[in-house]
C-alpha cells in the first residue's frame, strides 16, 4: 500500500492557512489533516465546516477530517458539504457506531473509526469490513506537539494482522507525535497514512519537513534494521 503523509493543519500559521495548504500540496503531501475538536470530546476547539469549506478552494488534496467532537452525527453531512473527503468518528463517541459509519458512507465520504490510546482495537472487530481505515490514535487528542507514544506500537502491528487476517484492504492511519526518527517504525508496524503537525509545520520548511518525513520511512524501509520480512520486502517494492 502507498505510503501517504497527511500534514495535520493543527500546528500550522492560522493567519495564512491558505497560503501553508498550497505550500503543503507543492511540497508533494497526499492529504490535508483537519483535527476538527468541540471543546468537550477533547479540551480544545478548532475549526468548523465554515472554514474548511473556505479552503476548500484551495488545493486539490483529499481532506481527511478528523472529528474529535461528541455527537458526531450531528456534523458529519456540514463537512462533507463542506469538503471532507475522508471522515473519521471516535468509536468513544458513537453509541450506534455501525449506524454512524453507514451514514457516513451514504454521504460519500471513505469512513474510518479513531481510537484513543486506551482504547482496545476489538472496539472496530465487527465493523471492520465496513471501514475504509482505521485512525489509531499515538497521543490523547486535543493538541498538536505531544510526545508519540512507543505502547501503541503492537496495537498497530494488531491492527495490520486483524486487517490481513479479515482479507481486507482497510488503510491504518496513525496520528501524533510523529517524526523523522518513529516513522520507519510506526510504517513497519503496518501504518500507510502517517499524520504530522508539529514536525511539519512546527519548525522550518514546509516541503523540506515532508522530504524528510519520506526519506526517513524509505531510508528505513530499506534498512536491515527492519528486519527483511517479506512483508517488507513488498514495502520495498512499492516505495521503489
Ligand atoms: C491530536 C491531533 C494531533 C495532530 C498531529 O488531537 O490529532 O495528533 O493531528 O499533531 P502532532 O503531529 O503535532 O502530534
Ligand atoms: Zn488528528
Given amino acids: 500500500m502507498k505510503i501517504k503523509i497527511a500534514p495535520s493543519l493543527l500546528s500550522a500559521d492560522f493567519s495564512q492557512l491558505g ?3 498550497k ?29 474548511v469549506k473556505k479552503l476548500r478552494e484551495m488545493t486539490k488534496l483529499p481532506f481527511d477530517v478528523h472529528l474529535m467532537i461528541e455527537k458526531p452525527d450531528n456534523f458529519l453531512e456540514a463537512f462533507v458539504e463542506a469538503g471532507a473527503n475522508m471522515l473519521s468518528v471516535h ?13 457516513v458512507k451514504d ?13 482496545p482495537l476489538n472496539m472496530v472487530e465487527f465493523v471492520l469490513d465496513e471501514l475504509d481505515f482505521i485512525l489509531i490514535m499515538s ?18 502491528r494488531k491492527a495490520k494482522e486483524m486487517v490481513e487476517s479479515h482479507g481486507l484492504g482497510t488503510e491504518i492511519e496513525v496520528d501524533g507525535g510523529l517524526n523523522e526518527e518513529n516513522v ?17 509545520y512546527g519548525k522550518g520548511e514546509i ?12 531510508k528505513a524501509v530499506g534498512s ?17
Fill in 107 to 119: 454521504l460519500g465520504a471513505k469512513a474510518g473509526v479513531a481510537l484513543n490510546p486506551a482504547t
Fill in 91 to 103: 468509536a468513544e463517541t458513537c453509541v450506534h457506531l455501525q449506524r454512524t459509519i453507514h451514514h
Fill in 207 to 218: 516541503a523540506r519537513n515532508i522530504r524528510l518525513l519520506r526519506r526517513s520511512v524509505k
Fill in 23 to 51: 505550500k503543503t500540496e507543492k511540497a508533494g503531501a497526499d492529504l490535508i489533516h483537519w483535527d476538527i475538536m468541540d471543546g468537550h470530546f477533547v479540551p480544545n476547539i478548532t475549526f468548523g465546516p465554515p472554514v
Fill in 19 to 21: 497560503s501553508e495548504i
Fill in 184 to 200: 520507519p517504525l510506526v510504517v513497519e508496524a503496518g501504518a500507510n497514512i502517517l499524520v504530522a503537525g508539529y514536525s511539519v
Fill in 224 to 240: 536491515e534494521r527492519l528486519g527483511s520480512e517479506p512483508r517488507l520486502e513488498n514495502l520495498k517494492k512499492e516505495m521503489r
Fill in 139 to 156: 497521543v490523547n487528542p486535543g493538541f498538536g506537539g505531544q510526545r508519540f507514544l512507543p505502547s501503541i506500537l503492537p496495537k498497530i
